[in-house]
């Protein structure tokens, strides 16, 4: 029985240095993937704000951390813009659901076909039409 024991143990071992050699080689492998994937990222970062590269450095060469820091920036910038914008539109619809609701609450009493008359004369295009920023 010994020599079928040791057997297994020389089996085992053989299993053992087959898997660390595969892991050894494969570790590389799979590192050189996932920078190829960073530096295929940041190219598509760089080509995407290309116009903004250019106003902050024209001839510089940009390193990575450049761009990361220049994509970061612009990206806050349009977070601001698009919450400006968000508020923007909060108030004009605030604005436009108090004067719907004010028109309602008026008490509309029938007037007079000369007051009607008088008061679409008056009124002129400009000021007949509201205005929107959209």
């Known amino acids: 029985m010994a020599p079928t024991i040791t057997a297994a143990m020389t089996n085992s071992q053989d299993v053992l240095m087959t898997l660390f050699l595969f892991l050894q080689i494969r570790k590389p492998l799979v590192e050189k993937l996932r920078r190829e994937r960073i530096n295929s ?9 290309d116009p903004e590269f ?3 450095q024209p001839d510089s060469k940009l390193e990575k951390a450049d761009i990361l820091e220049m994509t970061v920036c612009v990206l806050r910038r349009l977070q601001q813009q698009n919450q400006q914008q968000r508020r923007l539109m909060n108030h004009f619809n605030k604005l436009q659901s108090s004067s719907d609701k004010s028109l309602r609450e008026a008490d509309f009493s029938p007037l007079s076909s000369t007051v009607q008359t008088s008061i679409s004369k008056e009124k002129s295009p400009v000021n007949s039409a509201l205005w929107r920023p959209w």
Not at 41 to 49: A, N
Request: hydrophobic share 40%; proline share 0%; no cysteine.
């Open 41 to 49: 990222s940041i190219e598509q970062l760089k080509s995407l704000l």
């Open 54 to 56: 250019l106003k902050q």
